[in-house]
């Protein structure tokens, strides 16, 4: 077995996934617990490693207030790879995509600096997977998939990002659940606005 992927991640109450179409053959929806939105992904790095990262946040959150945010979904698109040989479906954002942008391009350098001694180069696209194609996925299967994700409408689904999460596989069956938390952070909640 390769060596686990380790990555923080906003933790997204996934219950909304239970509610969508079933996706075509060939396709894995994500399960409801491993629901979230990737804030920065380390890979392979290793246990010690994703600590630092841990202890890097910590340090910023000293230092500054990070607030929840508040966002709603919107187009489900094709991510990683070309659009024939994607690996996953993805809901952008709809609400919330401005100040979430912003987030990640904040903190994600600042994790993947203390982890990995670089950063990303793409620009960051705050999204959440759905599902992904199987290996045996055939092009067919792709193109369904593909018109499986234009027909979603995700417009009323919202979504308050108030954790920072960091994930490694999980361990046992991992056709259950993909994923496990480690650690999580939580994030400061606006002050209500006097009426």
Not at 10 to 38: A, C, K, N, S
Not at 71 to 80: I, K, R
Not at 92 to 119: P, Y
Not at 135 to 155: C, K, P, V, Y
Request: net charge positive.
């Amino acid at each position: 077995m390769p060596r686990p992927n380790w990555f923080f991640a906003f933790p997204v109450d996934g219950r909304f996934v239970l509610e969508l179409p079933p996706p075509p053959p060939h396709f894995r929806l994500f399960p409801v617990e491993d629901v979230h939105l990737t804030l920065s992904f380390l890979g392979g790095c290793g246990e010690d490693a994703a600590l630092r990262a841990l202890a890097a946040l910590d340090e910023v959150m000293k230092t500054r207030a990070l607030p929840c945010l508040e966002v709603s979904l919107g187009s489900v698109v094709p991510m990683g790879g070309s659009k024939r040989d994607y690996t996953a479906l993805s809901a952008l954002l709809e609400q919330g995509r401005e100040a979430a942008t912003a987030l990640l391009g904040e903190l994600r350098d600042v994790l993947s600096d203390a982890a990995l001694g670089r950063r990303e180069k793409r620009a960051p696209k705050p999204h959440i997977t759905l599902a992904r194609p199987g290996r045996r996925a055939s092009d067919e299967s792709r193109a369904a998939g593909l018109s499986w994700a234009e027909g979603l409408d995700l417009r009323a689904m919202r979504a308050r990002l108030d954790r920072i999460a960091l994930y490694t596989w999980a361990e046992g069956n991992r056709r259950e659940r993909l994923f496990q938390i480690v650690a999580e952070r939580s994030l400061i909640a606006p002050t209500p606005s006097p009426h």
